[in-house]
């Protein structure tokens, strides 16, 4: 009989019968044994690739609005082309900046190839040339992959349950409650606050409550992880003192050509991280009931649409795949491997677990989530009645279509 839970009734449900053969369905080895061995291949051929693919788009944007400025035809324009001109290469740029964050991603991973320091070296440049510092992001960031939707271990994604709600200590969440017009903005400041400190901890200064308070991203970790952050911050100054020495300091060239598409690259950042964790049946849970593979099948994958997820590397539509698999499987073979799952889940049909969304409104989704949900999550506590949430969506039948690059 066909499993019609979602993950929480699933890890709610200690004893039925029907549920525990689902969970032993859900061993993380007997998924990996479902997948094609070669989604687990490293080709440093497909990452570089993409990599100069990404940043060949930026530079192309970017010499596109140059020369439409050093040739007399941007100033030949009316205001309304110059700005239309000007908001394009932001678009543009921005996104392929957040194209090449994922690349940078896969160095973080050690998806990129099998050698940690061309992994490293690599994820210094991708992250440095769009102003992240690469280990300390990559220190955050293993946490997060390590304690997913774990109501106090989880990092970068605020879980903010009814009882934190009414806590006096949750100031910023009780903010975003009362005053939900700054949905539209959030996405566009979110990720340079989280850099800064909201709410782990600098990723710029490895130093305690500097700048907020309640710091925690340098707690217990070793001092080589300090001094990796030194390392990692220069390096972004650098790059901000290479830009700024180029153009003379002209700021506003510099804000015209590359800060500007840096807040749109934080923009992408957001829309896609937040929609991959939080919606309006987000749950989280404890020690007494936290499982890694139960807890991936609460991110969701989501279906951008226009070519969006593909040239974003399958991050949206892959997502689950990656969680289950972070450390082991490249961005150019997650469709693949998301389909194997699809197919293993729907075999054993065991596919109510999976979440997926048709999300082509991604823009005005994500405003609307942040406006109407925010952060907000309930907890599933050991004992007590399941939270009431949607259920999860069934696979569809028309699995993500497979295009693995032939690798030579």
Same mark, same amino acid.
């Given at each position: 009989?066909?499993? /019609?839970?979602?993950?929480?009734?699933?890890?709610?449900?200690?004893?039925?019968? &029907?549920?525990?053969?689902?969970?032993?369905?859900?061993?993380?080895?007997?998924?990996?044994?479902?997948?094609?061995?070669?989604?687990?291949?490293? $080709?440093?051929?497909?990452?570089?690739?993409?990599?100069?693919?990404? +940043?060949?788009?930026?530079?192309? $944007?970017? +010499?596109?609005? +140059?020369?439409?400025?050093?040739?007399?035809?941007?100033?030949?324009?009316? *205001?309304?082309?110059?700005?239309?001109?000007?908001?394009?290469?932001?678009?543009?740029?921005?996104?392929?900046?957040?194209?090449?964050?994922?690349?940078?991603?896969?160095?973080?991973?050690?998806?990129?190839?099998?050698?940690?320091?061309?992994?490293?070296?690599?994820?210094?440049?991708?992250?440095?040339?769009?102003?992240?510092?690469?280990?300390?992001?990559?220190?955050?960031? !293993?946490?997060?992959?390590?304690?997913? /939707?774990?109501?106090? !271990?989880?990092?970068?994604?605020?879980?903010?349950?009814?009882?934190?709600?009414?806590?006096?200590?949750?100031?910023?969440?009780?903010?975003?409650? !009362?005053?939900?017009?700054?949905?539209?903005?959030? @996405?566009?400041?979110?990720?340079?606050?989280? *850099?800064?400190? *909201?709410?782990?901890?600098?990723?710029?200064?490895?130093?305690? /409550?500097? =700048?907020?308070?309640?710091?925690?991203? +340098?707690?217990?970790?070793?001092?080589?992880?300090?001094?990796?952050?030194?390392?990692?911050?220069?390096? #972004?100054?650098?790059?901000?003192? %290479?830009?700024?020495?180029?153009?003379?300091?002209?700021?506003?060239?510099?804000?015209?050509?590359?800060?500007? =598409?840096?807040?749109?690259?934080?923009?992408?950042?957001?829309?896609?991280?937040?929609?991959?964790?939080?919606?309006?049946? $987000?749950?989280?849970?404890?020690?007494?009931?936290?499982?890694?593979?139960?807890?991936?099948?609460?991110? %969701?994958?989501?279906?951008?649409?226009?070519?969006?997820?593909?040239?974003?590397?399958?991050?949206?539509?892959?997502?689950?795949?990656?969680? *289950?698999?972070?450390? !082991?499987? @490249?961005?150019? /073979?997650?469709?693949?491997?998301?389909?194997?799952?699809?197919?293993?889940?729907? &075999?054993?049909?065991?596919?109510?677990?999976?979440?997926?969304?048709?999300?082509?409104?991604?823009?005005?989704?994500?405003?609307?989530?942040?406006?109407?949900?925010?952060?907000?999550?309930?907890?599933?506590?050991?004992?007590?009645? #399941?939270?009431?949430?949607?259920?999860?969506?069934?696979?569809?039948?028309?699995?993500?279509?497979?295009?693995?690059?032939? %690798?030579?």
């Amino acid at each position: 009989m066909a499993l /019609n839970m979602n993950i929480a009734e699933l890890v709610a449900d200690e004893t039925s019968e &029907k549920a525990l053969e689902a969970k032993k369905l859900l061993d993380i080895n007997r998924i990996k044994k479902a997948l094609p061995a070669e989604v687990f291949e490293k $080709s440093l051929m497909w990452s570089l690739w993409y990599m100069l693919f990404d +940043y060949a788009c930026i530079g192309a $944007s970017m +010499y596109a609005l +140059y020369y439409l400025k050093s040739s007399g035809i941007y100033d030949e324009l009316p *205001l309304v082309g110059q700005c239309a001109a000007t908001v394009a290469h932001w678009t543009i740029a921005g996104f392929f900046m957040w194209c090449i964050f994922v690349v940078g991603h896969d160095c973080g991973h050690g998806n990129f190839s099998e050698y940690e320091w061309l992994n490293d070296t690599l994820g210094h440049v991708t992250h440095g040339s769009i102003l992240v510092p690469y280990w300390p992001w990559r220190l955050s960031h !293993k946490r997060h992959h390590m304690h997913h /939707n774990h109501v106090d !271990k989880d990092y970068s994604h605020s879980w903010i349950t009814p009882e934190r709600l009414a806590d006096p200590a949750y100031t910023m969440a009780q903010f975003q409650e !009362k005053n939900p017009w700054v949905a539209p903005f959030l @996405p566009f400041v979110g990720w340079p606050l989280y *850099l800064l400190g *909201l709410p782990d901890g600098s990723h710029f200064l490895p130093l305690p /409550n500097i =700048p907020f308070s309640g710091q925690r991203l +340098y707690e217990g970790s070793a001092m080589l992880e300090m001094v990796r952050c030194v390392v990692s911050t220069a390096v #972004v100054v650098g790059m901000v003192a %290479i830009l700024h020495t180029f153009v003379s300091s002209d700021l506003w060239t510099l804000f015209q050509f590359y800060y500007a =598409p840096v807040l749109v690259f934080g923009w992408w950042l957001v829309c896609v991280t937040y929609l991959q964790h939080h919606g309006p049946d $987000s749950v989280v849970y404890s020690d007494s009931n936290w499982k890694f593979v139960l807890a991936a099948f609460e991110t %969701i994958d989501r279906r951008f649409g226009f070519g969006i997820d593909s040239l974003h590397h399958h991050i949206t539509d892959g997502h689950v795949i990656h969680h *289950l698999f972070f450390t !082991k499987i @490249p961005h150019y /073979n997650l469709p693949l491997a998301t389909k194997a799952l699809q197919e293993y889940l729907i &075999k054993h049909e065991i596919d109510s677990v999976y979440k997926f969304e048709d999300s082509a409104d991604f823009p005005l989704r994500l405003t609307r989530y942040l406006r109407d949900f925010g952060f907000n999550a309930v907890e599933l506590k050991k004992g007590e009645p #399941v939270p009431s949430v949607k259920k999860a969506g069934t696979v569809r039948k028309e699995a993500v279509k497979a295009t693995k690059p032939k %690798i030579h």
